[in-house]
């Protein structure tokens, strides 16, 4: 489910919104998973679930809309993704395109 988020207007707010929530690692989306920097892991679309995505849309510049992933790990660990909205979207396995509803936000 992707929320485009009207209370917490910046990304800076919203990553601190997860942080007290205990989504504190940080990931980098590669093309078939997900690189955790502080595990120094790579984890595959069936070692993570997402718990809710963010969209963040620029209205001056449509090429610097965000989307932040709040992202569990099977351990219970938790952390985020932001992510640029399908930029570079055909170097993406399908797991992954899966795992992470990748699509454009449709916000009404």
């Given at each position: 489910m992707i929320v485009q988020d009207?209370?917490?207007?910046s990304i800076r707010q919203r990553l601190e919104s997860?942080?007290?929530?205990?989504?504190?690692?940080?990931?980098?989306?590669e093309a078939t998973c997900l690189y955790c920097f502080e595990l120094q892991e790579q984890?595959?679309?069936?070692e993570f679930s997402v718990?809710?995505?963010y969209y963040f849309e620029d209205l001056v510049n449509?090429?610097?809309?965000?989307?932040?992933?709040?992202?569990s790990l099977l351990n219970g660990r938790?952390?985020?993704?932001?992510?640029?909205?399908?930029?570079?979207?055909?170097?993406?396995?399908?797991?992954?395109?899966l795992k992470l509803h990748w699509q454009y936000p449709f916000v009404s």
């Open positions: 009207k209370q917490l207007t997860l942080k007290t929530r205990g989504y504190r690692l940080t990931f980098r989306r984890l595959t679309p069936n718990d809710q995505t449509p090429d610097a809309d965000r989307i932040i992933y709040a992202i938790k952390g985020y993704l932001i992510d640029a909205c399908n930029v570079y979207s055909d170097n993406i396995s399908y797991e992954l395109e």
